[in-house]
C-alpha cells in the first residue's frame, strides 16, 4: 500500500471523513494540505486513502500554556479512516509512519500530541514505544492533551 505526498484533493476526502461518539472531535473541517513536503497519505489496494501523517509543524497544536515544541523531536501527527479505527492496524500504522519520518527527514526521536481522552490511541502509541512526557490543554478546545515522545 503506497505512501504518497498529501495534495489538496486528498485533504478535502480528509474533510469529509466523519468519527463516531467521543471521537467526533476530529471531524475536520475544510483544510488546506500542507504542500511544504512535510504532510502524506497512505493508499488502500483500491487507492483510497486509508490514513495521513504529516511532520513539524503541522504535527503540533496549539496549547494554552505555551508548550515550547523544541527542535530535539520531530513532530507527528497522524490518523486512520474512520472505519478502520479499532481494526488493529493502529501499531503498524504508527510504526510506518514513523519508519518514514526516519528515512524521509534522517530523525529518530518523535513527539506527538494525543487526546488525553482518546485511550485508543494513547495504548497504540504505548505499544509503539511512546511515553507520556507530558500534558497540556488545548488553546481552543481546552481539552487536555499528552505530549508523548519516543
Not at 34 to 41: E, R
Not at 44 to 50: C, E, F, H, K, Q
Not at 88 to 99: D, H, I, K, N, T
Not at 120 to 130: D, E, N, P
Amino acid at each position: 500500500m503506497p505512501i504518497v505526498p498529501m495534495l489538496q484533493k486528498h485533504a478535502k476526502v480528509i474533510a469529509r471523513w466523519r468519527y463516531d461518539g467521543i471521537y467526533a472531535v476530529y471531524n475536520a473541517p475544510q483544510r488546506r494540505a500542507p504542500l511544504d513536503g512535510t504532510a502524506f497519505v497512505w493508499l488502500d489496494s483500491d487507492g483510497r486513502i486509508a490514513g495521513h501523517f504529516s511532520f513539524g509543524q503541522d504535527g503540533r497544536i496549539p496549547t494554552a500554556e505555551n508548550f515550547e515544541y523544541t527542535s530535539d523531536h520531530l513532530d507527528i501527527g497522524l490518523g486512520l479512516r474512520p472505519d478502520l479505527c479499532g481494526k488493529g492496524l493502529g501499531p503498524f500504522f504508527v510504526s510506518m509512519c514513523m519508519e518514514y519520518g526516519r528515512k524521509a527527514f534522517g530523525q529518530d526521536k518523535f513527539r506527538l500530541s494525543v487526546a488525553a481522552f482518546n485511550q485508543r490511541a494513547v495504548k497504540v502509541y504505548l505499544k509503539a514505544g511512546f511515553s507520556v512526557t507530558g500534558q497540556v490543554t488545548h488553546a481552543q478546545s481546552e481539552e487536555k492533551f499528552y505530549i508523548m515522545t519516543v
